[in-house]
């Protein structure tokens, strides 16, 4: 009877060894991978808080019948921006455009430049940094 | 009597193995099946915190190509985004649009990229509500004025 009640616990224990080992297993790198991903998703949002420019000096000299489109974007925030990763929209329409530095840092500004644009009147730029956030500057070809 | 006595003994030691390994059986597959739910979950969990992007235009001046309204969406998220009509869809003004009237130009965007896409819908002129579902569920509301 003793060694029956032994050898039933023997097996139990074995099983619960190995389901404490499945679970931890199973469980434990889900959980670092969750851990980390929250992290980044912490960082990012709180890099979209501490992200802040402002469109200034628009010039719009001519190039034929069209404009170039020179301006500059001070950081104002406190966060590194990437500016291969910026988009420019001008009268809602994405643009390409060259820049004088890959990064922007905090209270730093960087030109850019965009050329042979077509129209005339009153224009409306849009600046959108990699983290998405925005700035908007209505100028006026003369 | 005396091989009754052992008979009885055996039978119940055979018994209490039996038992001991179906409830040990039982214990093992619930808790594997309870722990890939939860794997399964974390992965879900940890999909939708790499998850998020925004519709960048301006929204006075939603451009225009033939019939069809563009729309960019950047990807403001952790993790490449599988831009297609399955894994999106797009609601305007509360109505579901067709998957056969959007689509995207890249099938997918990294972090910080963009991609246009392209809405075949008829819209009055006025203010508009676009709202656009990713994948797992993750979404992004846009006002804009035609």
């Known amino acids: ?142 | 009597m005396g091989f009754s006595l052992t008979g009885t003994h055996v039978i119940f030691f055979i018994a209490s193995v039996i038992i001991a390994g179906a409830v040990s059986g039982v214990f093992i597959a619930v808790t594997t099946n309870v722990s890939t739910s939860l794997s399964d979950k974390g992965d879900r969990v940890q999909d939708q915190l790499d998850t998020d992007f925004t519709i960048i235009n301006d929204p006075n001046n939603i451009p225009t190509s033939g019939s069809d309204y563009l729309f960019y969406l950047k990807n403001i998220g952790g993790k490449k985004l599988a831009t297609t009509n399955e894994t999106f869809q797009l609601l305007i003004d509360g109505d579901i649009v067709a998957t056969a009237n959007y689509n995207f130009t890249d099938s997918s965007i990294q972090p910080s990229e963009y991609t246009t896409i392209y809405v075949e819908e008829t819209l009055s002129a006025g203010d508009h509500k676009l709202k656009i579902v990713g994948p797992q569920a993750i979404e992004d509301e846009f006002t804009f004025n035609i």
């Open chain 1, 1 to 142: 009877m003793g060694f029956s009640l032994a050898a039933a616990a023997a097996i139990i224990g074995v099983s619960t060894l190995i389901v404490v080992g499945t679970a931890v297993e199973n469980i434990l790198p889900t959980m670092i991978d969750t851990n980390e991903s929250y992290d980044d998703m912490k960082n990012r949002a709180s890099d979209q808080v501490q992200t802040d420019i402002n469109i200034t000096s628009v010039i719009t000299p001519s190039n034929g019948s069209n404009y170039d489109l020179n301006f500059t974007v001070y950081n104002t925030g406190s966060v590194v921006l990437e500016t291969s990763y910026f988009n420019i929209l001008i009268n809602g329409t994405v643009q390409q455009f060259t820049s004088t530095g890959s990064y922007l840092y905090p209270e730093n500004e960087v030109y850019f430049n965009v050329t042979n644009l077509p129209g005339a009147g009153t224009r409306i730029l849009k600046v959108t940094t990699d983290n998405g956030i925005s700035d908007y500057y209505e100028y006026t070809i003369v």
